[in-house]
């Protein structure tokens, strides 16, 4: 997935992959090692609902979620956030999702029967049958057409996830649904119940994609005028749905959709009474909320601490029992725009002044962060674990030498204006500072920031932006971020305008492999290769997990898969 809204992060993505010690009970996910990922594909028997009961778990009362960033989208087509999509999977189902089974997140059927059938035999062609049951708020049957234009509309609004747009078989001149009111080519609808792909090329990893939330369905006629105005209110097919149209200044309410029926849904419950978003508060004055655990506050929880605070929320033994730890899913990285930072060695030079350590510190210290140096993640199969620019604490002398003789004009790092993110822009401007080049800081809007550094006119030289696996593989991190070939005007996740002809073939070459252990050490060959002969960007830390929730708040746990909290067992107390 695309994004984190992790206040730090102006850009990054969504699913990915550690195994933290998730249940469907849930639990702390406490746990310092990175581990590799082990969800797999379950079976039409596993992908029979209803959930588990949540042991101590009751009905009734209001949990809330004290956001530190407004959501820039909550469209399901055009989420690729991972708080967003945890939030979004409470009021939109797909065609599959992730289920807990034994600590581990294993894809099952959520619409689907399945998690789908394989018909060519070569991954190129899948089919899934619709469960019965399957019901919208207003009462109306879900049908395979509605999936067929949900995803349909991926190609007309750029902002969530593209795979659809890439993998289909002849959709290369499609345009999206909205003026015409055609399906994209490559699915084919039989009634009411089935659906199937057809694929340009091998995808043995579809069901993974299938569980992102552009595979949330939407009947045309539920569509609106224009998608910012169904963005208000979307149409629910999960457990809650919206009260009201939500905007980013007074959040947003969820309540119970009494049209679901849990005995379809192997994934989620429906314990709550309501569940809001808060916008109200930023990240310090949110984290002391949940810190004093006011009696009005009980009930609430945090996903995003304020730096000041870790250390001394870690210290708190009482604190700790109400804290969810866990290695993450998302590398952070500062990204150069190579439009504007053509020259290697000035690139290499940046990755040598950073000192990973201090920086490290500015994000919160080691329970939220540790120093990377590389692309891919450890959570990541086929990580790859090199060093090419002085390690951990860098080389400045090193980077000083690159510079000699080079005329590089004052830069301008832009960051997310919010949180802690200004401290850590500060560190950056005052490391680059030492080794001869000036930085100007500018702070961006919260809610715009992401289109803004998405566009590629952005007058930017450098920014802060993160990514996390969709699904274990490299072949969800180094497309995205490095083919040359998908840079557009607007909406790009290689937001780095990187474009390397070699590179891009070599991508085409892995991820035709069909031996998925040979195309995951390809893809941690490739990541060095690129850091080694382009410097693109600077990897600065590798994330982990550090949330607190209030007194009163149970059953949330850590997703391994989008790596924060997920409320699908949650409760009040």
């Not at 060093?387 to 860098?394: A, I, N, S, V």
């Amino acid at each position: 997935m695309r994004k984190s809204l992790a206040t730090v992060g102006v850009f990054a993505l969504m699913v990915g992959t550690v195994s933290a010690c998730t249940t469907n009970e849930g639990t702390s996910g406490e746990g310092d090692d990175y581990k590799e990922h082990v969800g797999s594909i379950g079976t039409a028997e596993q992908s029979q609902g209803p959930a588990p009961d949540v042991k101590g778990a009751k009905e009734g009362g209001t949990i809330t979620y004290l956001a530190a960033t407004e959501f820039d989208h909550i469209d399901p087509t055009q989420t690729y956030y991972v708080d967003t999509m945890e939030i979004g999977n409470m009021f939109a189902r797909k065609l599959n999702q992730y289920r807990v089974i034994d600590g581990n997140p294993v894809v099952v059927g959520d619409l689907a029967t399945d998690p789908g059938k394989d018909v060519s035999g070569e991954c190129t062609e899948w089919e899934f049958t619709l469960k019965d049951g399957v019901k919208y708020e207003d009462g109306s049957e879900i049908v395979a057409e509605d999936i067929a234009y949900g995803i349909s509309r991926s190609f007309a609004l750029n902002q969530g996830p593209q795979f659809w747009t890439e993998w289909l078989k002849g959709a290369e001149d499609y345009e999206g649904p909205f003026d015409g009111g055609e399906i994209a080519p490559g699915i084919n609808v039989e009634g009411d119940k089935k659906i199937s792909f057809e694929l340009e090329s091998a995808h043995c990893d579809l069901p993974y994609m299938a569980a992102m939330s552009s595979s949330a369905p939407l009947p045309k006629d539920k569509e609106p005028d224009s998608p910012k105005e169904y963005e208000r209110k979307p149409f629910a097919s999960g457990p809650y749905k919206f009260k009201e149209e939500w905007n980013s200044k007074k959040g947003m309410t969820l309540v119970r959709n009494d049209e679901w029926d849990a005995k379809t849904d192997p994934i989620r419950h429906q314990y709550p009474d309501e569940i809001k978003v808060s916008f109200d508060m930023e990240e310090k004055q949110a984290t002391d909320t949940i810190i004093n655990d006011a009696e009005k506050d009980q009930h609430s929880y945090v996903t995003s601490l304020a730096a000041s605070k870790v250390s001394t929320i870690a210290k708190n033994e009482e604190l700790k029992e109400r804290t969810l730890e866990a290695p993450g899913i998302f590398v952070y990285w500062m990204g150069i725009n190579n439009l504007k930072i053509k020259d290697p060695d000035v690139r290499k030079a940046l990755n040598y002044a950073i000192d990973r350590v201090s920086l490290v510190q500015s994000a919160g210290g080691t329970h939220v962060a540790q120093p990377a140096t590389t692309t891919l993640s450890p959570t990541v199969n086929g990580f790859n674990d090199y060093d090419l620019y002085g390690g951990e604490r860098g080389d400045k002398e090193k980077a000083k030498e690159l510079l000699k003789g080079k005329d590089v004009d004052k830069l301008t790092y832009a960051y997310r204006d919010s949180g802690d993110a200004k401290d850590i822009a500060t560190n950056i401007q005052e490391q680059l500072k030492q080794v001869g080049i000036e930085v100007d800081l500018e702070g961006l809007p919260q809610q715009t920031a992401p289109d803004t550094l998405e566009a590629k006119d952005n007058p930017f030289d450098l920014y802060m932006k993160n990514w996390g696996a969709d699904w274990p593989s490299g072949s969800t991190v180094l497309p995205v971020l490095y083919d040359g070939r998908q840079i557009r005007d607007e909406g790009n996740t290689n937001n780095i305008f990187y474009d390397n002809e070699e590179v891009n073939k070599q991508i085409d070459k892995i991820t035709q492999m069909t031996d998925l252990d040979e195309a995951n050490k390809a893809w941690g060959e490739l990541d060095e290769k690129i850091m080694k002969e382009d410097s693109p960007q600077v990897p600065l830390y590798y994330s982990k997990h550090f949330s607190l929730h209030g007194s009163k708040v149970g059953g949330l746990y850590l997703s391994s898969v989008t790596g924060t909290v997920s409320l699908t067992n949650v409760y009040a107390k």
